[in-house]
Structure formats: C-alpha cells, structure tokens
C-alpha cells in the first residue's frame, strides 16, 4: 500500500506500462484507459497548486463556511460501494456528530488523541464495518464538481529505500488516491488463502495519524489551493495482540497559509522601526552629553557615554519593539476574528515558522 517495491505495486506499473494504445490525461501523465486511479505521477507542488483549481469562494459566515468531502468506498475485489458525506469515519476516537461538523468549518482547526483499542480489529463481534474497505476522497467545490484530494502518506517508502514525504519540498513528495482506514487482509499468506476464506492476515494496519490539510491561497481572493491529507500508518502482528492491545491514534485538521507574503511586510517595518530607534538613541544621546559636558565629568565621561549609549537604545528599543510585536500579533487576531473573508489564518509552527517571532520576543524581554 506504502511500499513501491512490494509486489502488487510493481505488478500494477507493470500492468500499466504495458497499455501502449490508450492514454487518460485527466489523472496526469502516463495514465492509462480503464486502470484504477492509485497514485499521481506529477509531485507534490504540482499536484496541489497546478493540476487542478478550485472553486469556491470562502468567507466566515455560518452558513458559507462548512467545507463538504465525500468518500467513494470500494470492497477488496474493486467493485465501487458508492458515495458518502465524510463525518467522523477517519476519526477513530469517539467522535459525535457535532465534532464532525466543527473541523469542516472554514478555518476551525481542531485535534483528538485518544487510546484505541486495536483488539476489537481482531474481533468479529467488535470489528468496525469499515474494515477492508479502500476509500477516494473527494472534495466538492461550489459548482457541484468534485475535486480530488491527494492522498500523502508518511510513512511512505519509493523503490530506492527513501521516504520522500518526510521531505519539507512539496516537490519530493509523492501523493496517492485510494487508502484504508483497518486492514485485515492485505498480510494474507499462501496462494489461496483468500479465497478459501482465511479471516485474517499475519499483519494487522490501521491508521494512527489522519491530518486533513487545507491551505489558502494568498494570491486567489478568498480561494484555497487543493486540500489533501496526511496519512501514517501502524502495524502489528496479529499473534501480538491480546485483549487488552491498545494504541496511541490521532485527528487533526489544520487551516494553514505561506505566510511568506506577511512577514515580508512585517520585516520591512521591522527595519523601519529599527531606524527609528537609532534616530532616536542618537537624539537622546546627543541631549545626555549636554547636559553632562565632558570638561566637567573628566575621565569617567568616556565610561559613562558607552554605559549610557548602551542604556538607552536597548530602552528605546524595547519598548519599540514590544508594540512592534503586539502589533503583529493582533492583525493575525484582526483579519482572522473580524474579517468576513479570510485573508490571513493563524500561522502553524512548522518549519519554525514561529521561531523569529518568539526570539525578538526573548530579546525584548
């Protein structure tokens, strides 16, 4: 599922090198008439900002905010289940329905962990309905069309070894369609085991991490970039697992933006601020030392000059750089409380993306 050297991945690009005669472009190059769509072949920069737009126009509003995604199901022998509103079915902790609607509210970024209890996988009176079952997510955009979310799991591993969607470039990602939320049976052992019946596999997976991704497009009027999901993935074999087996698992949405827009505005008064503090120290300098002649203070004046040069421009610049700070700060609050559509969402710390902001904090303190 994860692996692009285990052997039904390779005989699936095997499968499909070997169609020479028809070619579907709609999943990107290299796709071929009546294959299932399992993976992109462009990477991931391409994918999310290139391949397909979406239209919608968000605002902050109650009845305008709430994002729809549905689900197409299909069983182990490919055969399509049909489409879903997708709820709480990528939640695996206890989740009720008024929590399934709160992560789908534009810019309401929310996060469960809980324990779960990887016996009931195991347990056919207990085992959730949804096992064995592969899923597509779709989002639907204003027009009634269904957009494609990108699939990124963590833990996935291309044929030279490495793990290219730990990467921080979009482009060394790799992105994948269809996943499962348990499964059974993919570990089965012998040539007939299926068929004959055998109820589980040697190996049992489940998801232990779902972050569902959605980013605004800064450049776009109220618009965001495809949303996509991140998925990782834990196994354990089913002779380890007793009745009391339990595991760590995770939801989370996430609202995000490239706030590399912003903090160029905000660098460029940083700099202005940092002048002014300068004029100012100068000013206050200049007033100091005529009022404390140098004939008169005699040897200490040199000592007392650097102390006070000293003294004041770091008061000067912490009491500048404090409002500087506050002022950033609430212009995220602003345009993200007050504003009917957005324009800047609340910054993740990822990448440090927090770090600058919390060391001039340090300094001023």
């Known amino acids: 599922m994860y692996k692009e050297t285990e052997a039904p991945c390779l005989a699936f690009k095997n499968m499909q090198s070997?169609?020479?005669?028809q070619e579907n472009d709609f999943y990107g190059e290299g796709w071929r008439n009546e294959l299932p769509w399992l993976y992109y072949s462009g990477n991931g920069k391409f994918v999310l900002e290139e391949l397909t737009q979406v239209a919608r126009k968000f605002t902050f509003q109650d009845d305008e905010s709430k994002m729809?995604?549905?689900?197409?199901?299909?069983?182990l022998e490919g055969y399509f289940l049909g489409f879903t509103n997708l709820t709480t079915q990528l939640q695996l902790c206890?989740?009720?329905?008024t929590y399934g609607q709160d992560y789908r509210n534009f810019g309401t970024s929310v996060?469960?962990?809980?324990?779960?209890?990887?016996?009931?996988?195991?347990?056919?009176?207990l085992q959730p309905n949804n096992t064995d079952i592969f899923y597509d997510l779709w989002y639907v955009d204003e027009t009634g069309d269904y957009i494609d979310v990108p699939v990124k799991i963590l833990n996935y591993v291309d044929s030279s070894g490495g793990k290219p969607n730990e990467s921080s470039n979009r482009e060394d990602w790799k992105f994948t369609r269809r996943f499962f939320v348990y499964d059974t049976k993919s570990s089965l052992e012998g040539s007939?085991?299926?068929?004959?019946?055998?109820?589980?596999?040697t190996y049992?997976?489940?998801?232990?991490k779902v972050t569902i991704i959605v980013e605004l497009d800064s450049g776009g009027n109220d618009s965001i970039f495809k949303p996509y999901v991140e998925l990782e993935y834990t196994s354990k074999a089913q002779s380890f697992i007793s009745s009391d087996s339990t595991t760590d698992v995770e939801f989370e949405t996430k609202y995000i933006m490239d706030p590399a827009s912003f903090w160029v505005v905000a660098l460029i008064f940083f700099g202005i601020i940092n002048f002014i503090v300068i004029i100012m120290t100068c000013w206050k300098v200049y007033v100091w030392s005529r009022r404390h002649p140098s004939q008169i203070m005699g040897s200490i004046y040199t000592v007392k000059l650097v102390l006070n040069i000293l003294f004041i421009f770091i008061e000067s610049w912490s009491i500048m750089i404090f409002w500087f700070l506050f002022a950033v700060a609430a212009?995220?609050?602003a345009f993200f409380k007050l504003d009917?559509?957005?324009?800047?969402?609340?910054?993740?710390?990822?990448?440090?993306?927090?770090?600058?902001?919390?060391?001039?904090?340090?300094f001023v303190f």
């Open 331 to 333: 212009s995220f609050y």
């Open 111 to 125: 996060r469960s962990k809980c324990e779960y209890s990887v016996s009931q996988l195991i347990d056919p009176a």
């Open 192 to 201: 007939d085991s299926y068929t004959t019946g055998t109820t589980y596999g």
């Open 340 to 362: 009917q559509a957005p324009y800047l969402v609340m910054p993740q710390n990822e990448d440090n993306n927090l770090l600058p902001f919390a060391i001039i904090f340090g």
């Open 68 to 75: 729809q995604f549905v689900l197409g199901a299909y069983n």
């Open 18 to 21: 070997s169609i020479t005669t």
């Open 94 to 97: 206890p989740a009720d329905y």
């Open 204 to 208: 049992i997976r489940w998801l232990s």
